[in-house]
Nanobody, 118 residues
Framework: QVQLVESGGGSVQAGGSLRLSCVVS????????MSWYRQSPGKEREFVSD???????RYADSVKGRFTISQDNAKNTVYLQMNSLKPEDTAMYYC????????????WGQGTQVTVSS
């Protein structure tokens, strides 16, 4: 069974930085992409960023230029470096493993809270 555990969330002031980590354990019997999603109270869950097995990355327009996704395969860990944080970045952030050719197969972490104050 695949398990994902996020960490690194917290409270920061606007303009600050945080680095989220997601440790993946277990065996996923597929080629997969690693993604970060976020959800604020009363809002839809939204895509933030992902990285595929070749290292190609994508970002939501709202975070482009401020957030950087990376992975350390030796540590089975995916990171999300978040700089120049804004109050609108406040949300629960989720790490997601998505099978590349069967996206209906996906695994979610429990989430880590990020709060940015103005």
């Amino acid at each position: 069974q695949v398990q994902l555990v996020e960490s690194g969330g917290g409270s920061v002031q606007a303009g600050g930085s945080l680095r989220l980590s997601c440790v993946v354990s277990g065996y996923a019997s597929c080629t997969y992409d690693m993604s970060w999603y976020r959800q604020s109270p009363g809002k839809e869950r939204e895509f933030v960023s992902d990285i595929d097995s070749d290292g190609a990355t994508r970002y939501a327009d709202s975070v482009k230029g401020r957030f950087t996704i990376s992975q350390d395969n030796a540590k089975n860990t995916v990171y999300l470096q978040m700089n120049s944080l804004k109050p609108e970045d406040t949300a629960m952030y989720y790490c997601v493993l998505i099978c590349s050719w069967s996206p209906d197969i996906n695994y979610w972490g429990q989430g880590t809270q990020v709060t940015v104050s103005s």
